[in-house]
């Protein structure tokens, strides 16, 4: 089974701060997604890579940038965190284009 | 814009058959279409994918007529344990054109 591993459950960080968030898959996975979930909005794509060093935008990558060195691990940063990026965060991948993604099981990241 | 939409909520009970659609009216050529199911505090977790007619697996099957400007997931004879959020998702990544709708919340009584 397809395994993808988020660093933290939970996330408690102040306004301002620099966050990091890891997201790892041991499938050699080409593509690596990140969403934010919100109550009422579903799931909305940040940023998506399909290959390494490769980044593309989704809808909402304001405020956000990522990085991915290796092909198992993909991150999302928030420059500078503000309270309006309270949300959960989910990591997946996918083997190709019209695969399945397999996601994480998430961070709940508060800003205070 | 591959735009999904789907019933916000629907209520079952055990044992019955359920079956959620979702309408995807600008749906494009190479579009797949695959349905999650999420519990609370786990990410979404795959069902179903499918492209055209019907495809049946252990869980569920999926029906897409001709036009393919929907589709209805059907999950045969729920159980208590099938309570969640049920998402729809349209399009292939790569045109950034693949959206996740709002999901469904569908709640099996006893």
């Known amino acids: 089974d397809v395994k993808v591993t988020q660093s933290s459950r939970y996330l408690v960080k102040r306004t301002g701060e620099k966050v990091f968030l890891e997201c790892v898959q041991d499938?050699?996975?080409?593509?690596m997604f990140w969403y934010r979930q919100d109550p009422g909005l579903g799931l909305r794509l940040i940023y998506f890579?399909?290959?390494?060093?490769?980044?593309e935008k989704g809808d909402i990558p304001e405020g956000y940038s990522v990085s991915r060195e290796k092909k198992e691990r993909f991150s999302l940063i928030l420059e500078s965190a503000s309270t309006n990026q309270t949300s959960m965060y989910l990591c997946?991948?996918?083997?190709?284009?019209?695969?399945?993604?397999?996601f994480g099981d998430g961070t709940r990241l508060s800003i205070l | 814009l591959a735009k999904t939409t789907q019933p916000i909520s629907m209520d079952s009970y055990e044992g019955q058959e359920v079956n959620i659609t979702c309408s995807h009216n600008?749906?494009?050529?190479?579009?797949?279409i695959t349905w999650y199911q999420q519990f609370p505090s786990q990410g979404p977790r795959f069902i179903i994918q499918?492209?055209?007619t019907k495809v049946t697996n252990e869980v569920a099957s999926l029906f897409i007529p001709a036009d393919r400007k929907s589709s209805t997931l059907s999950l045969p004879r729920v159980s208590l344990s099938d309570t969640a959020v049920y998402y729809c998702?349209?399009?292939?990544?790569?045109?950034?054109?693949?959206?996740f709708g709002a999901g469904t919340r569908l709640t099996v009584k006893p």
């Open positions: 499918g492209y055209k």
């Open positions: 499938m050699d996975h080409e593509n």
């Open positions: 600008n749906i494009a050529t190479n579009d797949y």
């Open positions: 890579s399909y290959d390494v060093k490769m980044k």
């Open positions: 997946a991948s996918s083997l190709t284009v019209s695969q399945p993604q397999h």
């Open positions: 998702l349209v399009g292939v990544y790569n045109n950034n054109d693949m959206r």
